[in-house]
């Protein structure tokens, strides 16, 4: 029986110490992000137990994509340094953590859409059709994304350096989308029907889907 860690087969490029200097400076910025974003989900978690009694499937959602972006965070570094070696269950483990990262950032949008939409139907079309799109790129990952980093074959090296844009491209629309629908939805049925107390959501959001999408930009055009 094959060994699912390292082996001789695997060669990948060491990375280098500016690589290093540069992942670590993310990492710092992430684990600094988790902790802030951690102390508010927290706050927001116990004011919901107290009002009533249970936790909500938003928070859960919260919850549970602040751990798995940490973990995959941790386990990224650990294999620029060197300490995890490259190996089908590391490549599998972190592609697995990515798929349900994605889900959960797309779902966590689609709920917020949800509490502006009175029409079940179309929140329903929406949740599926947004889970299916990203349901299609997470088994294209699995089976272009694992082989070409364990280098089967120079085919999967070549397809998956023209998939990886694609499915980066499918993802920035997706989360484009929803959020400039989420921001449309707070300006036309919050804010222009007279309460301005939300407009400070309004812009916060338009700022954080602006950073969010350069963010996606910088990824396609790496």
């Given at each position: ?86 190996s089908f269950a590391y490549f ?38 947004s889970c299916a799109i990203i ?57 222009d029907t007279g309460m301005t ?26």
């Amino acid at each position: 029986m094959h060994s699912l860690f390292m082996s001789d087969e695997f060669v990948v490029a060491e990375s280098s110490p500016e690589d290093m200097k540069i992942a670590s400076i993310a990492w710092g910025f992430q684990l600094g992000f988790a902790l802030l974003t951690a102390a508010k989900a927290g706050g927001q978690t116990l004011c919901i137990w107290r009002r009533t009694g249970r936790i909500s499937g938003y928070t859960f959602m919260v919850w549970l994509e602040i751990i798995v972006n940490s973990v995959l965070g941790v386990l990224s570094w650990l294999y620029m340094d060197g300490i995890i070696p490259p190996s089908f269950a590391y490549f599998m483990v972190a592609v697995t953590l990515w798929c349900i990262e994605l889900h959960l950032l797309i779902q966590i949008i689609v709920n917020r859409i949800a509490l502006l939409i009175t029409s079940r139907r179309r929140i329903t079309i929406i949740k599926w059709g947004s889970c299916a799109i990203i349901l299609v790129l997470n088994i294209g990952v699995y089976c272009i994304w694992i082989p070409a980093r364990l280098q089967v074959t120079q085919t999967y090296i070549n397809v998956n350096n023209v998939f990886d844009r694609c499915e980066k491209v499918v993802y920035l629309l997706l989360d484009a989308l929803l959020n400039f629908y989420f921001c449309y939805l707070v300006k036309t049925k919050l804010v222009d029907t007279g309460m301005t107390k939300y407009m400070p959501l309004y812009r916060f959001n338009m700022s954080i889907v602006f950073v969010s999408l350069s963010m996606d930009v910088l990824l396609i055009g790496k």
